[in-house]
C-alpha cells in the first residue's frame, strides 16, 4: 500500500475531473436551453415566434416589450393614418398592426405587487425565523423539541391543501386581494424553514460569543446584535434566498387569493396570452423581465447561498 | 481591584448537583486557581462568579458588594474564555476596544488605552490583522488584551490554555505569571492541568465532585494533602498509598506496614481501628537493602536526571523516584525506606488526612503570616 492511499480525501485525477466537467456543463445546458428560448422569444415578433421551423436565427424586435407594457384596440386603418406621425417605436410598431395603445398594461402594478409582497414576506419570514431561532438556540424553551416539530410539521403537507380555509378566512377578514394578506402567508409558509435553517447556523456559533460582550458590558439585545448577527450573515442569506425564490415563484395562492390591486406576476403573465391573439414574445418578455431580480439576489449572495447549503458539511 | 467572598455557593442542575456549599476567599491581588478533573465544577462556580450562571443558593460578594443575583454586565469583571471568543468579525484593534465601546468611551481614549494594552503584551504590531490569521499564542494574548483593557475588579479565566500547544502553553504559563506581578490583578483561574496550577497559582483550591476537596498555597497543597483525592490528583506520578489495618492513638510515632515498623510524623488525634493508609510521595522513597519493607522492581521510566522505578509490593504497585546512576533489572528485590518526616496518614473510608506533626508546622507558619 502506498502512503498516498492512506488519505481518505485524495485529490481527483485530471480524467475525472474532466468527465465531471462534461456532466456539469451538459446539466447546465439542459437546464438553461429552455430558460434561453424564452429569452430568444421575447424578442421575436408575433409571426417569427410562431414559425415553423423555429427560427434559430432571426431579426431581434422589442414588439414583444412594447405589447408587455401596454394595452392596445384594433382600428380601422382609415383612423390610424388619420392619427398623427408615431410617438416612437412602440407606437410605430402596433399602427403597423392595426392596432393604436390605448394606455399601459397592468404588468408595472403587478410586477411592484410582486415585489413588494416576495421581499415584504422574505424581511418577515427571515426576522422572526431568526429571533426563535436564537431562542430554541440558547434558552432552555419548555417543550422545545415539541415546539419544532409543530413548527416543521406545517410544511408536512402542501400549503395549497389548505387553500379553501383559507381563502374563506380571507375573505371574512377582508384580506382577500391585499399585499398585507399576501405577505402573511408567505410569512407562514416560510417562516418554519427559516426557524429551521437559522436554528442550524445559530447553534453552530458558540455562544462564547454573546457571554463575553454580556461580560463586557452589553446587554443580551446588544450582544445578539453585534456579535451573533454578523457571525449568521451566511445563514441568513441562503434563508433569504429560499424564502424569496418561494414567495416569488408562488403561484396557485396568488391566482386564488389576488385577482386586483394585490395580483403578482405569476398569475399575471399567463392573462397576457389571451390580449389579442396568442402573443407569445409578450409573454416571454414577461418571464425574462420576472426572471431578472430573482436573478440579481442570487448572484449577489452567491457566496453565502453555496456556503449556506454545504453548511454543516465542511466544519472548521 | 478587589476581594472575592464565596459564601456557602451552591448550584444543582435539576438532581445533579453540580457545586455544594463552596466557601473560599480569593484576596485582592491573588493569582487563585480552582483544579480539579472535568465535571467537578470548577467552571460552573468560575461561572457563578462571572453572573453566566445563577447559583442555586449562597452568595457571592465582589469588594464587598452582594453580586449573587447581579447581571454579568453589572459586575465589572472580565472573563478569559477557553476558545478566547475574540469576534471573527472583527480586528484586533477592534476586538481589544469592544468592551470600552460598550461603556460609551470616547474613541480617541479608546484608542489610547487599546495601544497601551497592545504593547503590554506585546501585540501592538498586530492591531489591524484580523483575529482569524493568528497564531495560538497571539489569538490567547489579544484575548488577555480584552480582558485587561478595561481594568475590570478581576479577571475569571477557563482554561486559557487548553487549547494551545504544549510549547506555546509553557511560553503562556510564564507570560501569564509575569503579567500577574506586574498588574497584580485579583485572579481566578480554572483548569485541570496541575503543572499550571502549581506554577501560577498563590492558592489553589483543588475540587472533587462538587466539593472543595482542599484550599492552601502549592506548597501546602503538595506537601500535605486534606484528602486522598488531593493526594492522588497533584504530583506526577501521584502519591503512594500503602494499606494498613488498625487504628492510630494520639502521640504515635510509627505504624506497622506489611509486617515493617515505618516511623510517622508523630499523629495528633485518636482513630479507631479501621482501615487506613501510609501516604508516600514517590520522591521519598529510598533503596535500602536492610529496609524490612521489601518489593521487586516491576518497571522503570528514565527521565535523565531521575527515574520513576516501579516496585511491586504485597499491596500492589508503589513508584519511587530515585536518582538514574542507580542501576536495576526487573524482578529485583529491595529494600524501601521511606522519609518519615515527610510522610501522611489517611482514613480510607473517609479519605481525609490524619492530623500529625507535618500540620503543626502550617499552623505555625498560618500563625505567623496572620
Known amino acids: 500500500m502506498s502512503l498516498t492511499t492512506a488519505h481518505s480525501v485524495v485529490a481527483p485525477s485530471a480524467n475525472s475531473k474532466r468527465i465531471a466537467g462534461t456532466i456539469i456543463v451538459l446539466y447546465a445546458l439542459i437546464s438553461i436551453v429552455p430558460l434561453l428560448w424564452i429569452f430568444a422569444t421575447s424578442f421575436k415578433t408575433p409571426p417569427d415566434s410562431i414559425a415553423y421551423p423555429p427560427k434559430i436565427l432571426f431579426q431581434p424586435s422589442l414588439e414583444g416589450y412594447c405589447n408587455l407594457f401596454t ?25 403597423k398592426r392595426n392596432m393604436v395603445i390605448a394606455g399601459p398594461s ?107 460582550a454580556m461580560i463586557d458590558g452589553y446587554t443580551r439585545l446588544q450582544a445578539f446584535w453585534r456579535t451573533v448577527l454578523p457571525q449568521a450573515t451566511t445563514g441568513i442569506a441562503a434563508t433569504a434566498i429560499f424564502c424569496l425564490i418561494f414567495a416569488w415563484n408562488e403561484y396557485a395562492f396568488a391566482a386564488l387569493l389576488t385577482s386586483g390591486t394585490a395580483q403578482t406576476a405569476p398569475p399575471f403573465i399567463p392573462t397576457i396570452i389571451g390580449e389579442g391573439g396568442q402573443d407569445w414574445p409578450a409573454v416571454a418578455a414577461g418571464t425574462t423581465i420576472f426572471l431578472v431580480p430573482i436573478l440579481v439576489f442570487t448572484i449577489l449572495l452567491r457566496k453565502q447561498l453555496l456556503r449556506g447549503i454545504t453548511f454543516g458539511a465542511v466544519r472548521k | 481591584m478587589a476581594e472575592i467572598r464565596v459564601q456557602h455557593l451552591r448550584k444543582a442542575f435539576g438532581d445533579f448537583v453540580a457545586v455544594q456549599d463552596s466557601n473560599f476567599v480569593v484576596e485582592d491581588g491573588e493569582f487563585f486557581v480552582m483544579l480539579g478533573p472535568s465535571g467537578c465544577g470548577k467552571t460552573t462556580t468560575l461561572r457563578m462568579i462571572a453572573g453566566l450562571e445563577l447559583p442555586t443558593g449562597g452568595q457571592i460578594l465582589l469588594g464587598g458588594d452582594d453580586v449573587t443575583m447581579l447581571r454579568a454586565r453589572e459586575r465589572d469583571i472580565a472573563f478569559v474564555f477557553q476558545l478566547f471568543a475574540l469576534y471573527p468579525h472583527m480586528n484586533v484593534r477592534k476586538n481589544i476596544g469592544f468592551p470600552l465601546l460598550a461603556q460609551g468611551m470616547p474613541s480617541a481614549e479608546i484608542r489610547t488605552r487599546v495601544e497601551e494594552t497592545a504593547k503590554l503584551l506585546r501585540i501592538d504590531h498586530l492591531l489591524n490583522k484580523s483575529v482569524s490569521g493568528l497564531a495560538g499564542g497571539d489569538r490567547q494574548r489579544v484575548a488577555l488584551g480584552r480582558a485587561i483593557v478595561r481594568r475590570p475588579k478581576c479577571f475569571l479565566m477557563d482554561e486559557p490554555l487548553g487549547t494551545l500547544d504544549t510549547e506555546f502553553r509553557d511560553l503562556m504559563v510564564h507570560e501569564l505569571r509575569e503579567l500577574h506581578n506586574r498588574i497584580h490583578a485579583t485572579t481566578v483561574y480554572v483548569t485541570h492541568d496541575q503543572m499550571e496550577a502549581m506554577s501560577m497559582a498563590d492558592k489553589i483550591a483543588v475540587m472533587n465532585h462538587g466539593v472543595i476537596e482542599q484550599f492552601g498555597s502549592p506548597r501546602e497543597i503538595y506537601d500535605r494533602p486534606a484528602t486522598m483525592f488531593v493526594a492522588d490528583f497533584i504530583g506526577s506520578p501521584p502519591m503512594n498509598f500503602l494499606g494498613f489495618g488498625g487504628g492510630v492513638a494520639k502521640g504515635a510515632k510509627e505504624i506497622v506496614v506489611q509486617g515493617a515498623k515505618v516511623a510517622v510524623p508523630e499523629v495528633r488525634e485518636d482513630i479507631a481501628p479501621s482501615e487506613m493508609a501510609l501516604g508516600i510521595r514517590p520522591e521519598h522513597i ?8 521489601r518489593g521487586a522492581i516491576y518497571g522503570a521510566e528514565y527521565l535523565g536526571t531521575t527515574q520513576i522505578v516501579a516496585v511491586e509490593t504485597a499491596d500492589g504497585i508503589i513508584k519511587a523516584r530515585v536518582p538514574a546512576e542507580i542501576r536495576l533489572s526487573t524482578g529485583d528485590h529491595v529494600g524501601l525506606t521511606l522519609s518519615s518526616a515527610r510522610l501522611s496518614l489517611f482514613e480510607k473510608g473517609s479519605g481525609r488526612a490524619v492530623r500529625t506533626a507535618i500540620h503543626d508546622v502550617a499552623s505555625e507558619r498560618r500563625a505567623q503570616h496572620g
Open chain 2, 286 to 293: 529510598r533503596f535500602d537493602d536492610s529496609s524490612k519493607l
Open chain 1, 71 to 95: 394595452t392596445r384596440t384594433r382600428q380601422t386603418p382609415e383612423y390610424i393614418n388619420s392619427l398623427g406621425p408615431a410617438t416612437g417605436f412602440c407606437d410605430e410598431t402596433t399602427r
Open chain 1, 106 to 212: 397592468n404588468f408595472l402594478p403587478r410586477f411592484v405587487n410582486s415585489l413588494i409582497i416576495a421581499f415584504g414576506s422574505t424581511f418577515c419570514a427571515v426576522f422572526l425565523g431568526t429571533l426563535s431561532a436564537y431562542g430554541f438556540s440558547r434558552f432552555k424553551v419548555p417543550l422545545a423539541d415539541d415546539l419544532l416539530f409543530f413548527i416543521l410539521s406545517t410544511r408536512f403537507m402542501p400549503p395549497i391543501a389548505v387553500a379553501i380555509p383559507i381563502y374563506l378566512m380571507y375573505r371574512e377578514l377582508g384580506l382577500s386581494d391585499t399585499a398585507l394578506g399576501m405577505i402573511l402567508l408567505y410569512t407562514a409558509v416560510n417562516v418554519s424553514l427559516a426557524v429551521w435553517l437559522l436554528k442550524g447556523f445559530i447553534d453552530e456559533i458558540p455562544r462564547e460569543y454573546e457571554e463575553a
